[in-house]
Each structure stands twice: as structure tokens, then as C-alpha cells.
């Protein structure tokens, strides 16, 4: 089981140093609100969101007069008359417990809209080494930059190599939402687009101004611009080398397990006072790379990685749930990606896939 500590436990001995943040010159957004609320650009938005969802009853709705509620969207958005819809919730597990709102059809239409014209722009004010819901990006490029980090930093794994590992608290659930207005007034001076921006932050709260819904494409997008202050600070400011975010899961390697206590201080302080965010202290780690590091599901080690139990359970739970041959070679294109030969050849001969 892996050994972790809490804040105190972590940070022992370890004196306040100062969490201001770096400054950097902001680029800014040279799109205008018309360019997000163009009829062009919703019919666009359209087909990028129709995919896979043509046979769901709201979309076929939405569908059977869609020049006349694209209008109808447009004119709102033009006169700035505009208001979003309540949300539906449903509950998931994927794998932990989740409560998901999902918007209207009208609404997500929107979000795509709005996505289409700021992901762009934002993705190129991100780091490198942020890996989460961007183009190019996810899980796997993830874990073999960490791989790539690990080999530098233990000198091709010839010394110690610690890794600091962090999570936010109910990351989405404590979003504040002037905070993520700030940050967007940063780079977005065209007034419209920051109202309708407004618009579909204030959509949703879990406490007042506070809280994004996991179900929108946009919370994905302000999630990103949120944490791209701390990346850049911990790039920047504490001058990191080796740092790697998949959403609010956050990993720095050193051969200094002090400097990474250090650094695991000052972004503790980082997060509550720019961002109003709290690390998880029972989600703190600090670990050799040979004892082996728990990272978006595989477990790492120097040289190989092995999935985490807890994955290859439910793996193997949802083949044995839906036995398809997509389902199957899905997972076994997964399995790739590591150390699993006896687990391939074991489903391979369970399923038949010889």
C-alpha cells in the first residue's frame, strides 16, 4: 500500500516562503463575440456535436427544426437576451461515484460553439506537460512523459528518484467563480464575450459562485485556464523542471525529497490563496520511483509499469459485462502500453481472440 502523509506529516520543519505569482504578459483573444455567435459557427458547432448522439430523443428534437433554433439561439445571443437552462442530474461510476449535469441540447450547442473559438487560442497558453482534454494529449502521452522524466532525472536510473504527488479537493466542486472570471478578463477584453462567458459559469453552483459541471465541454476548457495559473507557477516561479497535470492529479520528479517538500508547501499555499482551491491531504505522496508510483491508473516503476489492481478489476469486469470483440481489443490495445503479457494472454485465450 502506498505511504500517504499528510500536510503537517509532509512539511515538517519547513518555513513560509512567499506564493506570489510570476508575472507574464498575456497574449490576448483577437476573436470577437460575433465570431462565437455567427450562425456559421453554431452550424459548425453542430456538427461537431451531433457525433454519436443522433439518436438521442432530445437531439433528434432539437434536429427535426434546427435552422429555426439555431436563429432562434443566435437572435438571443445578438440582443444579449440570452439565459441558460437548468441542468438534469444523473449519477455515474467511472470508476468512483459521480454526479454529472447535463445540459440542454440548446445549451450544449452552445458549449461548442463557445469551444470551438476559445480552445484554440487557450490551448497554446498552456504548458506542454498539461495532458488533460486536449488534442494531441491524454493518458497514455501522459504516463510515457513520466516515464521520459523519470529516466532523466534518475540518471537513467542509476540514482533516486522521488516523485511528489498531489490531488485537488473536489477539484470542480470548488471552482470559484470570480476567480475563473479574473483569469478569463486576463486575456478576453471584448466585453460580450464575457458576459456570455458569465453566462454559463453563473449556470451552475454547488455553493454560491462556486462550482463547475462535470457534463459541460466548456467546464473542461475553464478547468484547464483555472489550473494553468499553477502549472505556471510551479514552471515558473519554483522553477520545477519536471512537472506533469492530468486534470487535478499533478506529479514533480526530483532526486531532492526536501526541495519537493518545499514545493509541496508552497503550492498548498499557492492553491488557497490564488485559486481558493485545497490540496487532498490524505492524497500527498512523496516516493521513490523503485517502490513504484501510482499514476493515472499504472503503476511506474523504473523500468516497466504494471496496471493498477484496481484497474485491471475493472477491466476485466466490463469485458466479462460486454464481451464484444471491440470491447475486448480495446483493452488489449490498452494493455500495450505496459507490462501485462500474462493479462493479454490470458484474456486472448478466455475470449477466443487467437
Known amino acids: 500500500m502506498p505511504h500517504f502523509v499528510s500536510i503537517n506529516q509532509l512539511l515538517n520543519n519547513t518555513q513560509p516562503v512567499g506564493v506570489g505569482t510570476t508575472l507574464i504578459r498575456k497574449i490576448q483573444l483577437s476573436h470577437s463575440f460575433e465570431d462565437i455567435v455567427s450562425v456559421d459557427n453554431l452550424l459548425l458547432a453542430w456538427e461537431e456535436f451531433i457525433k454519436g448522439k443522433r439518436n438521442k430523443k432530445d437531439v433528434q428534437e432539437f434536429n ?3 435552422i429555426s433554433n439555431i436563429f432562434s439561439l443566435h437572435n ?9 437552462d437548468p441542468y438534469q442530474a444523473f449519477n455515474i461510476s ?18 461548442h460553439a463557445v469551444h470551438r473559438i476559445l480552445y484554440p487560442f487557450f490551448d497554446r497558453t498552456f504548458i506542454s ?43 470542480f466542486a470548488s471552482i470559484n467563480h470570480k476567480t475563473l472570471r479574473n483569469i478569463l ?4 477584453k471584448d466585453e460580450k464575450i464575457v458576459w456570455l462567458l458569465k453566462e454559463i459559469i453563473n449556470s451552475f453552483h454547488l455553493k454560491p459562485n462556486t462550482g463547475l459541471p462535470l457534463g459541460n465541454l466548456t467546464s473542461q476548457l475553464f478547468a484547464n485556464i483555472y489550473l494553468n495559473k499553477l502549472d505556471q507557477f510551479i514552471k515558473h516561479k519554483l522553477k520545477a523542471k ?33 485559486l481558493k482551491l485545497e490540496l487532498h491531504p490524505n492524497k500527498i505522496s512523496i516516493k521513490t520511483l523503485y517502490s513504484g508510483q501510482d499514476f493515472l491508473g499504472w503503476i511506474n516503476f523504473p523500468d516497466h509499469r504494471i496496471l ?11 469485458i466479462e459485462e460486454n464481451p464484444k470483440e471491440e470491447v475486448i481489443c480495446s483493452y488489449l490495445g490498452m494493455l500495450k502500453h505496459g507490462n501485462m503479457v500474462k493479462v493479454k494472454r490470458d484474456i486472448i485465450r478466455e475470449y477466443d481472440m487467437g
Request: glycine residues 0%; aromatic residues 12%; positive net charge.
Open 242 to 274: 519536471y512537472h506533469i497535470r492530468y486534470s487535478d492529479d499533478f506529479v514533480v520528479l526530483s532526486q531532492n525529497k526536501e526541495y519537493l517538500k518545499e514545493i509541496a508547501y508552497r503550492v498548498k499555499h499557492f492553491l488557497e490563496n490564488e
Open 64 to 66: 427535426h427544426n434546427l
Open 185 to 188: 478578463q486576463e486575456y478576453i
Open 94 to 111: 467511472d470508476p468512483k461515484p459521480r454526479n454529472i449535469h447535463k445540459a440542454s441540447v440548446r445549451d450544449r450547442l452552445l458549449h
Open 129 to 171: 506537460d498539461s495532458f488533460s482534454c486536449r488534442i494531441n494529449k491524454g493518458t497514455h502521452k501522459a504516463i510515457n512523459r513520466f516515464r521520459s522524466f523519470a529516466y532523466k532525472e534518475s540518471n537513467n536510473n542509476t540514482e533516486i528518484c522521488y516523485i511528489l504527488k498531489c490531488d485537488i479537493r473536489k477539484f
Open 308 to 318: 493498477r489492481n484496481t484497474t485491471k478489476k475493472r477491466m476485466l469486469k466490463r
Open 76 to 84: 438571443d445571443l445578438v440582443h444579449l437576451t440570452y439565459k441558460h
